[in-house]
């Protein structure tokens, strides 16, 4: 387990983009927290770390946006409104999942977890103070060489 602290959106956009630039191929990174926490913030420094320059909002309503870049594919799914399979499935989630080599950005993921693949990396946010946020992230081996094992510690978003 990683824990980091940000100070601002703009450090948990930064923090994002270490993410996205740090992802394997096809990872799904699943997100919780409250309301405003800074779920779609990380979102859009996870996208932009992948190479993307799409302009990244809340699935709130839509439930899925997709991004996509040449061969490149994000799924960014909310699922605050999903608690069932049938919902999840409605999605077209499944689909997405079987044609492989996409990311999935997965915002409520706690709603729906019993019916998702096992294996992605689990990022929960929590609110401090009015700006600043704890990073709490588990099964981060879906990051490409990052170091782990207890007391492991985030690099500041200016260290990659």
Known sequence: MLQAITK?????????????????????????????????????????????HA?????????????????????????????????????????FWQEGSMFFLIEWYSNIEKFLPSGGM???????AESERLLTIQNEEVLIGWPAGPGATFPAAGDS
């Open 8 to 52: 601002s959106p703009a450090e948990t956009m930064e923090l994002g983009k270490v993410i996205g630039r740090n992802l394997k191929d096809g990872a799904m990174v699943l997100l919780d927290g409250e309301l405003g926490a800074g779920k779609t913030c990380l979102v859009s420094g996870i996208v932009k770390g992948l190479g993307m």
């Open 55 to 95: 302009m990244v909002t809340s699935p709130t309503f839509s439930l899925v946006n997709q991004y996509v870049v040449g061969n490149l594919c994000v799924l960014h799914m909310d699922m605050y409104r999903c608690k069932t399979l049938y919902d999840l499935e409605s999605t077209g989630f499944f689909d």
């Open 122 to 128: 689990k990022i929960g946010i929590s609110v401090v």
